[in-house]
Nanobody, 116 residues
Framework: QVQLVESGGGLVQPGGSLRLSCAAS????????MGWYRQAPGKQRELVAS????????TYANFVKGRFTISRDNAKNTVYLQMGSLKPEDTAVYYC?????????WGQGTQVTVSS
């Protein structure tokens, strides 16, 4: 049974930082490209960042470049999203995704709210 469990969300003030974690089980973690997506109310889910299986290539959405960093620890089956300089428009549910060829798994999401 595949499980992706996100943690680390919460309420943070503008300009603040958060680190999201996603712990994976039931998959051969180091074979999967891992990604973080987000979905704000009334909007479509969008890619925030992704990292290839070895960690060699990282991709970021333009709206987070220079503020967010994706990383992974294959020994711990965990992917991280370090978020900094947070803005109110970053408020959303953040989802972890594991992808290999046409197979994709999703976590349940963690809420991030940026507000003063």
């Amino acid at each position: 049974q595949v499980q992706l469990v996100e943690s680390g969300g919460g309420l943070v003030q503008p300009g603040g930082s958060l680190r999201l974690s996603c712990a994976a089980s039931g998959i051969i973690f180091n074979s999967y490209t891992m990604g973080w997506y987000r979905q704000a109310p009334g909007k479509q889910r969008e890619l925030v960042a992704s990292i290839t299986s070895s960690g060699g290539t990282r991709t970021y959405a333009n709206f987070v470049k220079g503020r967010f960093t994706i990383s992974r620890d294959n020994a711990k089956n965990t992917v991280y999203l370090q978020m900094g300089s947070l803005k109110p428009e970053d408020t959303a549910v953040y989802y972890c995704n594991a992808r290999i060829t046409v197979t994709s798994h999703w976590g349940q999401g963690t809420q991030v709210t940026v507000s003063s």
